[in-house]
């Protein structure tokens, strides 16, 4: 079933793969229902919705459980944030990739920032390496997409993002995530001279997947967006019910029966 799904997933990328991300089961059966073909979590959401702070604080056992959950609840192909990895060294970073497609997998986000800033490129790539090899030991042909975030910490340096991305590659990466631009002709550039997927994160304010899709882009992630939006709906629910009495905000809702039908 995970080699069916991991190649299912794999040729999604063949065209624009859109993907709001999902944090929970609930959140997964809800996308996964809209139409979604295969689904996303973010390591954001799936912190907080954890009590955790994001930024490669949460608790790797925590995350696997979160995971569970989600790929049980869903029939279509799941690629989990692991953000840095869980562990700094070959045998922590191997680990987790094998146990993230113990928990039904069949992709992952791996960055190449820690706490320190910036990995070197020597070392992304080398990290890069070993979770391919850990995937191919598991017989998984896990979709790696290497995220390189120079647009996202705002260095924007085009050269150092293509080489990162070349060198990403040549280690194994399925993929190239590059957070943090929304400007179209830079897109063109990138999907033009990286020979593999490439990834943008949107939201509020980005182009629309249409004009992406013609930027060469084939995927399309939400990252927190879709989370935050709901979390902001919840907060002014809230304060509406609190301060004023009223409940406007719980308009458009799914019912009860709706979200009960989700998991029957």
């Known amino acids: 079933m995970t080699t069916d799904l991991a190649s299912r997933f794999h040729a999604l990328h063949q065209d624009v793969l ?9 959140t ?27 930024g490669n604080r949460l608790d790797r056992d925590l995350m696997l459980q979160n995971l569970r959950r989600i790929t049980a609840a869903v029939s279509v192909p799941v690629t989990s944030d692991i953000e840095g990895g869980f562990g700094e060294g070959d045998a922590a970073l191997a680990e987790t990739t094998r146990l ?19 990995r070197s490129l020597e070392d992304a790539a080398h990290r890069v390496g070993v979770v391919r090899k850990a995937a191919e030991q598991a017989g998984v042909d896990l979709f790696i997409n290497a995220r390189t975030d ?9 050269d150092d993002t293509l080489a990162r991305a070349a060198a990403y590659l040549d280690a194994g990466a ?11 002709e ?13 990834n943008v994160l949107v939201g509020p304010g980005s182009p629309s997947v249409p004009e992406l899709k013609d930027a ?10 879709l989370a935050s939006s709901v979390f902001g709906h919840v907060s002014r629910a809230a304060h509406e019910m609190l301060e004023k009495g009223t409940y406007t905000e719980m308009g458009e809702a799914l019912n009860w029966g709706e979200m009960n039908d989700l998991f029957t």
């Open 186 to 198: 830079l897109i063109s550039r990138l999907t033009s001279e990286i020979k593999a997927p490439v």
């Open 18 to 26: 859109v993907l709001p991300n999902c944090w929970d089961a609930a």
């Open 100 to 118: 993230v497609i113990d928990a039904g997998a069949v992709g992952v986000n791996l960055e190449d920032t820690y706490d320190g800033g910036f």
């Open 216 to 225: 060469g882009v084939r995927r399309v992630s939400a990252g927190s967006s």
């Open 150 to 158: 120079s647009y996202l910490a705002g260095t924007n340096d085009v």
């Open 174 to 184: 399925s993929g190239i995530f590059v957070p943090g631009t929304g400007d179209l």
């Open 28 to 54: 997964a059966r809800v996308i996964e229902a809209a139409g979604a073909p295969a689904l996303a979590t973010t390591s954001a959401a799936v912190a907080w919705a954890l009590g955790q702070p994001d």
